[in-house]
């Protein structure tokens, strides 16, 4: 069975910041892993998808990088704001299993101005 | 643009009785899952479907059930609503190609009293 770690569960880090923010995963037969951010009450968004092919994937002032054979995957953010406050969870897709997704329980990250 | 809408946003129901709560997506998408997501549980599938006639049961799906009629929609239903249900249910779609990358809604927030 998949399990799908994130540690710690809160960080809290000054403005301005680089960070990695760390996931890791049993079963390296995976077909995607996929980071989501989640703003209070709100829904979950797609930030970053990345194949089982790929190392890694960047939008703006992020880069979520994939090591399947040790299981691990990091979101790198850089220069963070306040405005970065908010979970991010990764979840991963396991190979052959047609786009269900195993979740971690996230990270919940505070940046201070 | 494409979405997927959740409704109601928000419902108070009672012990027993059944509520059906909507998820509507205009992705085209062929995949459509349900989750609930409880505080120290993360996100956890219900149940989800790959195509029109198509579900399938998740790992919470016990007292709950979904039909799928069309490809826009899944209705998710509490034959008899328990306070155990009490939780935040997600719809979420994605396409059954290559990236299988997740599209979610914004959420229903439910208590059963």
């Known amino acids: 069975k998949q399990e799908v770690t994130q540690i710690p569960a809160a960080l809290s880090v000054p403005e301005g910041e680089n960070l990695v923010l760390n996931c890791s995963f049993t079963?390296?037969?995976?077909?995607?892993l996929q980071w989501f951010r989640q703003d209070p009450g709100k829904g979950l968004t797609s930030l970053l998808l990345i194949q089982s092919s790929q190392r890694e994937q960047t939008s703006g002032r992020l880069n979520a990088s994939l090591d399947k054979s040790s299981g691990r995957s990091t979101l790198y953010i850089a220069a963070s704001q306040p405005g970065d406050s908010a979970t991010y969870l990764c979840a991963v897709c396991r190979t052959g299993a047609n786009s269900k997704l195993t979740f971690g329980k996230g990270i919940t990250l505070s940046v201070r101005p | 643009d494409a979405e997927i809408t959740q409704s109601p946003r928000h419902k108070i129901t009672e012990t027993g009785r059944q509520v059906t709560l909507a998820c509507h997506q205009t992705?085209?998408?062929?995949?459509m899952f349900w989750y609930r997501q409880d505080l120290g549980h993360g996100l956890r599938l219900i149940h989800y479907s790959y195509g029109v006639q198509d579900t399938n049961k998740g790992e919470v799906s016990d007292g709950y059930s979904v039909s799928r009629s069309n490809t826009e929609d899944l209705p998710l239903t509490l034959e008899s609503a328990a306070s155990s249900q009490t939780s935040v249910y997600f719809c979420a779609s994605s396409d059954g190609g290559q990236s299988y990358e997740q599209y979610f809604g914004p959420g229903t927030r439910l208590t059963v009293t």
């Open positions: 079963d390296s037969a995976i077909y995607n």
């Open positions: 992705w085209n998408h062929n995949n």
